[in-house]
């Protein structure tokens, strides 16, 4: 029998330069009052970096605009606390293992067929039989069933108890389609115009240049953290792409946009002084961080790892090349932006180029070629570095490794950088052990229990694509298990803290800087805010003032 009920009361609501000469709404940073009055409809240019393959999925850019089209069950206010959206309420079993949630009375989606529970559990499975790839990892090892108790109540059962489920699914991944689309239409006109009960509907894709979204006028299903009620108070928003950070930032000064997605270090200064609004999110989860090829190759030798960490005045290279913008972060497993974070962990390796020469040689590594590059056994220290150039690494990220690479090269690493298109990267060639030594990236979360995640062990009945230092240990495993299901809040950061201490004391991952989402918006642009969950934009409160 359901014993804890937790009841959600609302909260109060007050490409191209040539894509780029399109007509915006702004006019540049002449900066109306702060009771310029509101301006009904308009369009917002949004210049975005990246394009995705589908306007949902289980990428984070494909997340940031399906939260726009798709609602979910729940959101995440701005203290970190579960808010309704879809559903109104949930209770637990005594046992954890069964939540029943309740939904909305009176919500369709937009092709009309009913936001009830046999679609919300339909979509439960949907994602887990591969729907949605990282809504998939996230329920792993957890999820068994989802079944419609009536028209409004749906009950998710676990195999075993997952203390922060409920506030995983504030993520965007979790948006909720239409189970009749799901069913009828095909996955290409899906993933094209999923069909949602969200605030916006995907009025047109035009391939490489921008996705238009337009005012869905029968929004009843705003979530409680919203500003307002009723239907976004925009008509549309023309959600560009723009690769190149420099002509996003152009087209942001020029008027020719009204904001503007990743902004680069050296702009924020320059625009901060000319009057726009910058909003910067360190985003939970794991940071951009460095996994060591624990498997093959020479970091297999632990010794050679943490050579590599001491090698590296991460701090000083951060600070230097982000500006005071991007944050410096020493562990490898969470951000400082993430619950149960260990700064023990991030202190573990200091600077100290003498103590990685130290463990070089004792390691075997004695001989110094003419390059500068150590040898043993007639074989240089070489390491290969692919990256996601302008997708998990953007061009701060990219100048942040160039520094890395040189760095290394002082005590005798050659490390080769090779920058890789979304193409390939996401193309498997490189995700299994003999493709690298060292591998970059981050994923986010809200909380700890991405280390699930990221160092789950892989096998070859169930294998883990997210584990790339390839490392299995049983003891960091128990830890991150017993961590997931604790319901003590004060234990479980316990040890979520030790499972961080023992990745930093086996070297298998170092932390570089947190991952962030930025945001410029012309001042005649107010209401857009970054949702606590991922800190993707949110359109739904977003209005023009004259």
């Not at 922060?164 to 239409?178: D, P, R």
């Not at 090829?293 to 290279?317: C, H, M, S, W």
């Not at 969470?334 to 962990?345: G, R």
């Amino acid at each position: 029998m359901p014993s804890r009920r937790h009841r959600l009361l609302p909260l109060t609501a007050a490409a191209s330069l040539t894509l780029l000469t399109l007509t915006a709404c702004s006019t540049g940073a002449a900066a109306p009052g702060p009771d310029a009055a509101p301006v009904e409809g308009g369009t917002i240019v949004y210049a975005h970096q990246q394009e995705p393959s589908c306007i949902f999925g289980g990428w984070i850019e494909q997340a940031y605009i399906s939260y726009q089209v798709l609602d979910s069950l729940f959101s995440l206010d701005e203290d970190g606390e579960v808010v309704p959206w879809l559903a109104e309420e949930w209770e637990v079993s005594d046992d954890r293992l069964t939540y029943e949630i309740t939904l909305k009375e009176g919500v369709s989606f937009t092709d009309g067929s009913p936001v009830d529970a046999e679609a919300i559990a339909y979509n439960f499975d949907y994602w887990v039989e591969g729907g949605n790839s990282t809504a998939a990892v996230w329920l792993g090892g957890y999820y068994d069933r989802a079944e419609a108790i009536d028209e409004l109540t749906v009950a998710v059962h676990l195999s075993r108890p997952y203390t922060n489920f409920i506030q995983n699914l504030t993520q965007g991944y979790f948006g909720i389609q239409s189970q009749e689309a799901l069913e009828t239409r095909t996955d290409e006109e899906n993933c094209a115009a999923p069909i949602g009960s969200g605030a916006f509907t995907v009025e047109e894709w035009n391939r490489g240049q921008n996705v238009i979204l337009a005012r869905n006028e029968a929004y009843t299903s705003w979530p409680a953290n919203a500003q307002h009620t009723g239907p976004a108070l925009v008509e549309k928003v023309d959600w560009r792409f723009v690769s190149d950070p420099t002509t996003r930032v152009a087209a942001l000064q020029s008027g020719e946009a009204d904001l503007i997605y990743d902004v680069p270090a050296t702009s924020w200064q320059s625009l901060d002084d000319a009057g726009y609004t910058l909003e910067k999110y360190v985003t939970a989860g794991r940071p951009q961080q460095i996994s060591f090829n624990t498997v093959q190759g020479p970091f297999v030798d632990e010794d050679v790892r943490k050579a590599f960490a001491y090698a590296l005045d991460r701090r000083t290279i951060v600070e230097t090349i982000g500006q005071g913008v991007i944050p410096f972060e020493g562990n490898g497993a969470v951000s400082q932006a993430t619950p149960a974070y260990s700064q023990a962990a991030a202190d573990t390796y200091d600077y100290d180029p003498a103590q990685a020469v130290a463990l070089l040689e004792g390691a075997g590594w004695t001989e110094v070629n003419d390059e500068g590059y150590r040898v043993k056994d007639g074989e240089v220290l070489e390491a290969l570095l692919p990256y996601g150039a302008g997708s998990i690494i953007n061009t701060d990220g990219a100048s942040i490794l160039q520094a890395v690479q040189e760095q290394a090269k002082a005590v005798g690493f050659k490390v080769e950088l090779l920058p890789l298109s979304t193409a390939e990267l996401w193309g498997g060639k490189y995700s299994t052990p003999d493709a690298y030594d060292l591998s970059v990236g981050y994923w986010t979360a809200i909380n700890s229990g991405i280390l699930y995640i990221n160092w789950r062990p892989s096998t070859e009945e169930n294998p883990n694509y997210s584990n790339s230092s390839f490392y299995a240990d049983a003891e960091l495993e128990a830890l991150i298990l017993a961590a997931n299901s604790e319901p003590d809040a004060e234990t479980q950061a316990d040890l979520y803290a030790q499972a961080q201490e023992l990745i930093a004391d086996r070297a298998t991952s170092i932390g570089l800087y947190a991952r962030l989402s930025t945001l410029a918006v012309s001042p005649g642009l107010r209401g857009v805010w970054q949702e606590n969950a991922q800190g993707g934009p949110t359109f739904y409160d977003a209005h023009f003032v004259e």
